[in-house]
């Protein structure tokens, strides 16, 4: 099986190979340069000046320095010759540690932790060594990255993915795991479902998601009273499965109730008072300023201020567009138009008047929110006259800075400030009284990202938060007391998920008003004491990178989240390290299902850049080429087959056929027609989950299914100044098995030939994936056309060498 982790390999630093036996050829990992990442001088640094080193060594002179080293070196070494089986890649020398950045000092008390570690956990393997390395906090987050890349990589350096699955970085506790709101509710209800076969949330979680999937009425009925939804008409049952042209059945039956309201009441389960903290955020550029709050009574008035003014400038029932950043005044604003029974269109800021134009007309927005300006990294960037453009027949136009819109409007346009006076002369423009509807009715019209071709336009109802909310409640443990900040758009399905995640649930949401690039959006986390941070990879690659959080404390922190696209395990390592190894929990779903169907878990051990289970009640197959499911215990590569029984995912779309695209032509499985997902997932030994992409982009390279992802892992790693490579194969214009071509795009400041770099590639994909596969051609570019919301398009890319390719051949 091709292993990323083997590929990580070229990371590690065997130290008992010293820098004098390493190849010139083979590539030193990527990690901080220590004069860099730290203030404090290297070793050469010191040696290279006896001044230097007298300052930081006292009397010690260079030899005794060596020879200290040596001496440890040596001990260690007796240690683990001991008989005992210790982990191999530690063997490391004091030098090494200065040579990652430690001062003398540091890796002397450092080296000493190591051998305590290896000594204590004598006998034990990798998982053991690095379980009491970051129980013992050795690790710190001021710690330059290098040495948290030397000891990760190195504790794990002979573990075979291929017989063990992958290296683990993180391991609940059964403390940690009784507290979470999924092991709670395990430790109420499990003996009771699960009988003797009941141990504990962790022992007991995969039998208990198996129960979920086949008893997801049970499940639901538990998870509803943990969340803060009210019906105003009760559901006849759970589940009602008898109208069989909705595959994914029908949930709550016959149920009403505003699902905005049950984000702005006060609640005595789940917690959710008047005078609590509903929303904290911060305006970029006030760095240094208190983070601002909102309690819920604030809040509720806020969003019932906006929902009478609605009321005043639209008739029931209809579409209101939303383009504009996710700040607090978005969010009233979409509350509002749910609360008053209207119809929220979620457009990402970030997208063209053309854009902007086509889902204004599918959804046929009435009006649209949005703002004079957008705010980002210090530049003030057009917004209104982009939106304009897109012909809106109203536009409700929010001021970026200050009390009112900087910019002249269209006659028939409101000032946010009009807007809102519109309702200035009720008794009570504070209250309102909310729209019930049946659970089915319509609240958003979302968009898909488009990666696979035309975005969908998928209609949100009242059931689609509520499985959303579930989600972050049993995997990420959104609890009461949470500070849960996720930068994103309500363009974007993380938007309405996010609003609902915290305020069903009765954790703060936190709001960033501008750039997630900067140390300022860095700050805000560190001081609003966040305690949830989702994220996207290139977030994260970025902030790595440009090292711009270095020095701030996010140990508030109790578990990252990630979505999007897969991630990068060395950019997760840097990331978990920041708050002394937290889980990244791995999220990976789809628009049309409101939920993840993938996720890693607080009740099982994770590995970075993997998920270690289907989301609870989700099941599902992965099927071979033919369409035949893998048995559930095998490792494997192929595509998801989801089970069709899901709560929260739609049974239709206004901009296609439903059928069409997520049932015809899938498998039977046990009497249920599959639906398609069209992912490509890769199940390891112990039952973790990689995500390989999507079905479109799996190449066929001499004969072998290959997935695009795959080859991009290894390629990142096979020079230093790589920062990112996309693979996509091509058949030639003669006809011929597929070519196998690379996009790259170079780090900053480095420079390198398309054909040095083939052959490197070359020689990677041969040494770690197959030894037929080539790379025909390389191509350097500035950047990689993505979607709006940063995925890949590597349709976009093969049309590109398509084209070239023609070009070239009539040349
Ligand atoms: N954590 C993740 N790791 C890897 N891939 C992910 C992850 N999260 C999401 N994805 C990818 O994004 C997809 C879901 O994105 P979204 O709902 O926006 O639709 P899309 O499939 O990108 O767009 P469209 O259906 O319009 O082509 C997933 O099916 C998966 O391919």
Redesign the pocket.
Same mark, same amino acid.
Request: with cysteine.
């Given at each position: 099986m091709g292993s990323e982790f083997d590929l990580n390999k070229r990371h590690c630093y065997d130290l008992s190979m010293s820098r004098r036996t390493r190849k010139p050829s083979q590539p030193r990992p990527e990690r901080e340069n220590p004069s860099t990442a730290t203030s404090r001088p290297s070793l050469k640094q010191l040696m290279d000046s006896e001044g230097g080193a007298k300052v930081i060594q006292g009397k010690k002179c260079r030899n005794s320095l060596r020879s200290h080293f040596e001496e440890e070196e040596k001990q260690l070494r007796m240690v683990m010759e001991q008989g005992r089986e210790g982990v191999e890649g530690l063997k490391m020398s004091g030098m090494e540690l200065v040579k990652v950045g430690l001062i003398v000092e540091e890796a002397k008390d450092f080296e000493r932790i190591l051998k305590d570690v290896i000594v204590r956990t004598g006998g034990g393997g990798p998982k053991e060594v690095w379980l009491e390395l970051t129980a013992r906090r050795v690790l710190r987050p001021t710690h330059p990255h290098g040495l948290h890349q030397l000891i990760y990589y190195s504790v794990y350096s002979d573990w075979d993915v291929s017989t063990k699955g992958p290296p683990l970085y993180w391991f609940p506790s059964l403390y940690q795991s009784q507290h979470t709101n999924l092991g709670r509710l395990m430790e109420t209800h499990g003996k009771k479902l699960l009988g003797s076969s009941y141990r504990d949330p962790i022992s007991s979680f995969s039998l208990f998601q198996k129960f979920s999937v086949e008893h997801p009425e049970v499940y639901w009925s538990f998870v509803l009273k943990e969340l803060a939804v009210v019906f105003h008409e009760f559901p006849r049952c759970i589940l009602d499965t008898t109208d069989k042209s909705k595959h994914g059945g029908t949930w709550f039956p016959g149920s009403v109730l505003n699902i905005a309201e049950c984000c702005l009441l006060p609640l005595s389960y789940p917690r959710k008072q008047d005078n609590g903290l509903a929303i904290v955020w911060r305006d970029e550029g006030c760095d240094d300023a208190p983070v601002n709050c909102m309690t819920l009574k604030e809040f509720r008035e806020q969003v019932m201020l906006v929902a009478n003014a609605l009321d005043a400038t639209f008739s029931k029932g209809d579409a209101i567009a939303i383009d504009m950043p996710m700040t607090v005044s978005a969010v009233i604003i979409y509350l509002a138009i749910v609360l008053a029974g209207f119809v929220v269109v979620s457009i990402a800021d970030s997208f063209a008047a053309k854009e902007i134009a086509a889902r204004l007309r599918v959804s046929k927005a009435k009006g649209i929110f949005t703002q004079d300006f957008i705010v980002r990294g210090g530049q003030k960037y057009p917004l209104y006259s982009r939106v304009v453009e897109a012909a809106p027949y109203k536009a409700i136009v929010l001021p970026a800075n200050g009390k009112d819109v900087a910019i002249q409007l269209r006659e028939q346009d409101l000032s946010w400030k009009d807007f809102l006076s519109s309702v200035s002369h009720l008794p009570s423009p504070n209250y309102y009284s909310p729209v019930y509807q049946p659970i089915e009715s319509m609240t958003n019209i979302l968009?898909?990202? *488009? $990666?696979?071709?035309?975005?969908?336009a !998928?209609p949100w109802t009242q059931v689609s938060p509520i499985r959303s909310t579930a989600d972050g409640w049993a995997q990420l443990d959104v609890q009461v007391g949470d500070v849960y900040c996720w930068p994103t758009n309500l363009g974007?399905?993380m938007g309405p998920s996010l609003i609902y995640s915290c305020f069903l649930t009765g954790a703060t949401l936190a709001l960033y008003h501008g750039s997630p690039l900067g140390r300022g959006f860095g700050k805000f986390i560190q001081d609003a004491g966040v305690t949830i941070l989702g994220t996207v990879?290139s977030l994260v690659k970025n902030w790595k990178n440009t090292k711009c959080m270095d020095g701030l404390d996010w140990t508030k922190i109790k578990s990252f989240a990630?979505?999007?696209?897969?991630?990068n395990v060395d950019d997760d390592l840097w990331l978990s390290s920041r708050a002394y190894y937290k889980p990244i929990i791995?999220?990976?779903? *789809? $628009?049309?299902?409101g939920s993840?169907? !993938?996720q890693g878990s607080m009740l099982q051990p994770q590995a970075f850049?993997a998920?270690s289970t289907a989301s609870m009640t989700t099941g599902f197959v992965i099927l071979d080429e033919n369409g035949v499911p893998y048995p559930d215990d095998q490792a494997c590569v192929g595509e998801v087959g989801l089970f069709p029984i899901y709560m929260g995912a739609t049974d239709g779309l206004l901009n296609a056929d439903h059928e069409e695209?997520y049932f015809k032509g899938m498998p039977m499985y046990r009497g249920m027609r599959l639906r398609r997902?069209?992912?490509i997932i890769k199940r390891s030994i112990g039952g973790y989950f990689?995500?390989q992409?999507?079905a479109d982009d799996t190449m066929n390279l001499g004969g072998i299914k290959t997935s695009s992802?795959e080859i991009e892992r290894v390629c990142d790693q096979a020079d230093e100044s790589i920062l990112e490579t996309a693979a996509i194969s091509t058949a030639p214009l003669n006809g011929g098995p597929e070519l196998l071509v690379i996009f790259v795009v170079l780090k900053k400041g480095f420079n390198s030939e398309p054909n040095e770099l083939k052959i490197k590639f070359s020689k990677a994909i041969q040494r770690n994936l197959n030894p037929l596969f080539k790379v025909a051609f390389v191509k350097i570019v500035p950047e990689f056309p993505r979607?709006a919301?940063n995925?890949l398009l590597r349709r976009v890319l093969r049309d590109q060498i398509k084209h070239e390719f023609s070009v070239r051949s009539r040349i």
């Open positions: 968009f898909s990202s *488009g $990666t696979t071709g035309d975005p969908k !998928i974007w399905v990879p990630s979505t999007g696209e897969a991630s791995e999220c990976c779903g *789809g $628009t049309e299902l993840c169907y !993938i850049g998920f695209v997902h069209g992912d990689v995500v992409g999507r992802i979607t919301s995925k």
